[in-house]
């Protein structure tokens, strides 16, 4: 188990303003494969003006509990808490959980040990879920590398967090369009679930995620983000989305075929696929600082890893320009 110290600047994907910095000269317009984001979004509806000039009331976000409940296969909508994006959510249970040795399994999103660590707990980075912890926290399926455990492996260490009032908090960030068993059937005390909605319908600058817990979790946490704590637009894009089964059903089939497509591209380049999701593809490259900046250059933005310089991250390209542009640089 490593310990995790100090707080220092954590990089992101999508980040073109340091992307401008890096390459000052590179081809315009920018293509930026740095997240893992739907590069085809949810066609939004079209919506009433006064989604936009009045508060959220509590049925609005009673219905889009509702249409999260039955798109993520949980019972009880009461065990639903939504909120604007998951960071928040991220943020927020640290603070409402007693200080406590937490684990979490890495390497992943850099955020989760980070927040953790802001709120005062002591927190170690590990490499599976077995730590003798008060708190485990996973990524499933991880990013950056795609890992994924069995449902039964992770309601197994829940069962043993909860028999001594400890947590398990499971990131299903990149689940939706994944053939992962997902935990929104099995919630219990002692687990909460987190969902992204912007990042599987290409719509993160809507700012909606949620939290799926037991009842009484469910309602610390929403009190702990106060009331509207999600825009009436968002409300309303959230539960025509979710209640999209096919729209949903097709883009899982399409960018599967597109991640199919980029391993291609990336195994002509010389490069070893390692893992990852229909949303992004990480592979290590002999000489991956060196295609890093030969991608800048020619205005295309991919994920590095200071930790481990020969590995890039890709999203998907969106169209048949920014397809054509990536292929380029890689033969």
């Given at each position: ?130 730590a003798d912890v008060d708190v485990v926290v996973v990524v499933n399926p991880n990013n950056p590398d795609g890992r994924s455990w069995p449902a039964a492996t992770l309601l197994a260490c829940a069962e043993r967090l909860a028999a001594r009032g400890g947590l398990l908090v499971v990131d299903e960030a990149f689940a939706d369009l994944e053939a992962v068993e ?150």
């Amino acid at each position: 188990m490593v310990s995790v110290s100090g707080p220092a600047p954590i990089a992101h994907g999508g980040d073109l303003d340091a992307a401008r910095a890096l390459f000052p000269d590179a081809a315009a317009p920018w293509v930026d494969l740095s997240t893992g984001i739907n590069p085809v979004p949810y066609p939004c509806p079209l919506l009433e003006a006064s989604a936009f000039r009045r508060l959220p009331s509590a049925s609005d976000l009673t219905a889009l509990n509702a249409a999260a409940a039955r798109a993520y296969g949980v019972a009880d909508p009461a065990g639903i808490v939504a909120a604007p994006g998951t960071q928040l959510l991220i943020e927020t249970l640290p603070r409402l959980w007693p200080l406590a040795r937490v684990a979490v399994v890495g390497p992943t999103y850099a955020e989760h040990a980070a927040a953790w660590g802001r709120a005062g707990h002591s927190v170690a980075a590990v490499t599976d879920l077995d730590a003798d912890v008060d708190v485990v926290v996973v990524v499933n399926p991880n990013n950056p590398d795609g890992r994924s455990w069995p449902a039964a492996t992770l309601l197994a260490c829940a069962e043993r967090l909860a028999a001594r009032g400890g947590l398990l908090v499971v990131d299903e960030a990149f689940a939706d369009l994944e053939a992962v068993e997902t935990l929104g059937p099995h919630l219990r005390p002692g687990l909460v679930v987190l969902r992204s909605f912007g990042k599987t319908y290409g719509l993160a600058g809507l700012r909606l995620g949620f939290a799926l817990t037991e009842p009484a979790l469910a309602v610390r946490i929403a009190e702990a983000l106060g009331p509207w704590a999600v825009s009436g637009p968002a409300l309303s894009i959230g539960r025509a989305a979710l209640a999209d089964t096919e729209w949903r059903r097709t883009a899982a089939i399409e960018r599967g075929a597109d991640a199919g497509r980029l391993d291609r591209m990336i195994a002509r380049a010389g490069g070893r696929v390692v893992g990852g999701t229909c949303l992004f593809r990480t592979a290590d490259f002999s000489d991956g600082p060196g295609l890093f900046a030969r991608l800048g250059e020619a205005g295309i933005y991919v994920r590095r890893f200071v930790a481990a310089p020969q590995r890039l991250r890709f999203g998907l390209p969106a169209d048949k320009t920014e397809w054509c542009r990536l292929s380029r640089v890689l033969k």
